[in-house]
C-alpha cells in the first residue's frame, strides 16, 4: 500500500515518526476515531482496516497538516490516494457516484440534485423553509457547450 | 480599451451563489474590466473528482486553462482544484489586493463601510502552501481589503479553519457543527457581518447557521463602490441583511 500511496500522490509516508502535530490540529481528530497520524502508522503496519474502516473519508483535505507537518507529508493527498485506491478496487461510494453521475450528463454540479441522490429527501426535511429556498435557487439557465461535454464524459468514467 | 480577464463562476456560482458572481462582475467592471464570464466550461470537478481519481482532475484543470488560459474565480474549491490539478488560476481577492491594488480600489469607494466585518478564509486558497493566496496560516490580505472599503476587520478564532463543506454529504451533523463554530466565533469577536470568499464557504456559513448575516465580499465591496442595497441580491441568502 505505501508504494501505491506513492505513485497516486508522491507522499512517502515512511517519512513519518509519529509527532502527532497532524492530529493535533485536525479539527476533525477524534471523529469516528479518525487522527490522521494513527491511519499513517497503521498503514506503514500494511493494516488491511485502514481501507475497509474507510476513516480517510473523515479528512476535510484543509491542508492545515499539510503546512504543520515537520517531514512535508501531505496527510490529505494521503487520504486522496486510498481513496483513489479503493474506488480501483471496489467502485465510488454513494456520495462519488452522485457527483459523477451530474458531471457526466450535464458537465456540472447541481448541488440540490447531488445531495437529493447522495443523501436522500429526507435530509432536507429538518431544515424546510431553507430547503425549499434552496431547491428553487439550484436550477441553473446555462448550459456546458456541447463539444466540452463530450469531452468531459471521456474524462469522467 | 478596457482590459480583458476571464471569469470562472464554479458550479455554485451559476445556482445558489449567483449574488457572489453578480456582485464579482460589478467590481470588476468599476475597476475598469472588461470581463468574460466562463458560464459554457465545465465543473472544475470538485474535491469528489479527486477522490475518485487524481487524474480527472489534472485533464479537467488542463481542459479549462486550454479554453480560457489563467482563469480569475472567486471559489477557493475551484482555485484550489485547478491549482492542484497542474492548472493556473487566481483568487479574486488576491486579484483585487495584489494585482489590481489597494490604492485603485481605494480610489473607488464612494461609501465607506463603517461595519464590523469577520474575515472568513477558510481553507482552500490558503492551503497547501503552493498555492497559498498569503501566509498559510496568518494571512492578513482579506483583513487589508476590508480596510481598504472602510470596514473594520474583526480578529476572530476560526478565521483560517475549515467551514465542514467538504464533508457536508458523508458527515452532515458534523458539518454543520463546524459551520455553527465558524459563526459563533464571528459572533463572540463582536462583528456584525462574516464577510466569506469562497462559494462553498458561504453556502455553509449561510444556510446552517441561524446567528447573523454571511455576505460575500464583493458585496462589500460593491457596497463601498456606491451600488445600491437593493442590486446586492441579498433576498438570495438564507439569513436576512438588513441595511
Redesign the interface.
Known sequence: MIEEIKS??GQDVNLCYQCGECSSSC??AG??GFYPSVLIHRIKLEDPGVLDERKF??C?????C??RCPQGI?FPDVA??L??IW?KRYG?DR??R???K??RER??????R??LS??GLH?FKS?SS?AL??MR????S????ED??K??RE??? | MSPEVSYYPGCTGTTTERAYVKTALMVLKDLGFEVRLLEDLPCCGTLEAELVDVSITKRLASLINREAGNVITGCSGCYSNIKRGGGEATHLLHFLVKEVGLSEVKNRVKRPLRLKVAPYYGCQALRPRFLAIDDPEDPKIFEELLMAIGAEPVEFDMRIKCCGGPISLRRPLEARKMAEEVVKSANMAGAEVVATMCNLCHFMLDYYTNEMPVLHFTQLVALAFGHPFEEMDFEEHYNRVLR
Open positions: 497516486i500522490s479539527q476533525v471523529v469516528d473519508e473523515v476535510l483535505h484543509c491542508f492545515l499539510t503546512v501531505s486522496t490516494a481513496s483513489n474506488v465510488p456520495v462519488e452522485a457527483f459523477l451530474e458531471l458537465g456540472f454540479i447541481n448541488p440540490v447531488v445531495a447522495a443523501l435530509s431544515l431553507k429556498k434552496l435557487a439550484s436550477s441553473r446555462g448550459k456546458v457547450r466540452l461535454l469531452e468531459v474524462i469522467v468514467p
